[in-house]
């Protein structure tokens, strides 16, 4: 740093009047401040490093202070450097206004091989430091092991499943699974059965692996409850929000089984609960159907998620939460992003991977193409769709991926007063409720066991969409409520 950009730092902060994610003012009027190990730790331990400001007395409104011995608090600043671990090396820039001296000192961001950046005296767990907005707050044990894990290489989608055993795995498909691994692979083919199980990660030093139960348990979530995908559809735009019936949800399930099986599965749940739009091609005359969401970007973030997650003890019991919002979707995995890769780099630089087991067996199981290409596929086939750019969020420990629908680019050759989108109806309520209908009536109507189902999947859709309306809207809940076609509703089978 400049005397001149040094300057123009104490303008920026004079004009704000406040710190900031690289910045920390210091007064040092009467003397170094003794404790910067929280400060110059945080600032190691990010990407961009930071800013030691000192000279403005952030009591004072950040008044112009001045530091009381420019020599001497450089040399008692770089005192606290010299006890972390690692060591830190600020670069020091001094500037002086009439009577009085400023003193920067940048602390570097350290390799990502060597965090966290700890007071040594502390210890690594209670002295590493994060920076959040203006703030230094102590790292969690899971953001202390993360950095280790990347440091040491851990393989934690290998660790042993101590209370797995064989009898427990479906060996059909583990079979052909190994049978799929020595195809143009002689020096593999001439191991034992055991050595193969040790080589391609289903058994370590004898004991079955937690990726053998991931792939191949009879029933996974019978030794890891948490590892599933916790989906729930939600009528708003916020949780809490609720239905014009009431619920909070419109549809929530827990997804269980091998990981094949929850891609499977999560796809299913995403189909049964995003909406389709429909129009006439006034060429044809044809109807075309188009969906909120192209499931191949949804396929491609959910096996994103599955096989990227953090599998270690710390994020055991968290699931991938699978969240369908009126807006958008948003798929949560526990882990943020593993090793040097960041959010701008993705899809565009080869990352380190955190389960090699798991992207190299649902690779030769044909659920994935291990190419890195499923960033680049997302935002091609949202783009393909005409649909907002997807956004990718790494903090606090997860990863998530939020898709945007747009419905209104749909071309609407309708009046105004009419629905802008049209929902299929694929029980004929348009009709049937032509004459008001009771709850009760509708229910015995559409002639399915579960009451609460049939109300979410065949009304709520053609009421929030305006094609049916309720007679009293102001009370949902009403025992006098019925429902009632709008005028101009179009019924689609």
Known sequence: ???????????TVLQRHCEEQVTEVKSAHLGCPKKLYDTISAFSNQDSGGVLLFGLDEQQNFAKVGVYDAQDLQQKIMEQCEQMTPVVRPVFTV????????????????????????HTARGRLKGSYVRVGDADKPMTD???????????????????AEEGTFQYLNHELLNEYLQRMKVNRPNLERTTTEQQYEFNGITRNGHITLAAVLLFGLYPQAYYPRLCIAATCVPGMEKGQTDPMGNRFTDTKRIEGTLPEMLTEALNFVRNNMRTATRIDQKTGERID?????????????????????????TEGMPIQLDMYTDRMEIINPGGLYGRLTVDQLGKTQPDTRNPVLVTAMETLGKAENRYSGIPTIRSTMSQYSLPEPVFENANGSFKVVLYHTPDTVPDQR??????????DEKGLLVF?????????????????????????????????GQIRMTIPETPRSRRQQYVTQERAVSIP
């Open 415 to 424: 009046t105004p007063t009419e629905p802008k989108v049209n929902i299929a």
């Open 95 to 118: 500037c002086h206004e009439e009577e009085m001296v400023f003193v920067s000192a940048e602390i570097p961001p350290i390799d990502l091989t060597e965090r966290p950046c700890f």
């Open 1 to 11: 740093m400049t005397e001149r950009e040094l300057f123009e730092l104490i303008e």
């Open 433 to 465: 409720c032509q004459t008001p209908r009771t709850r009760e009536e509708i229910i015995q109507y559409l002639g399915l066991d579960s009451a609460q189902y049939a109300l979410r999947r065949y009304l709520a859709p053609l009421i929030q969409t």
């Open 142 to 160: 899971y953001e202390v092991y993360s950095y280790e894990a990347f440091r040491k290489k851990y393989r934690d989608d290998i660790r042993a």
């Open 290 to 314: 188009i969906p909120q969401y192209p499931i191949v970007a949804v396929r491609e973030a959910i096996l994103n998620a599955l096989i990227h997650r953090d599998y270690s003890i710390h």
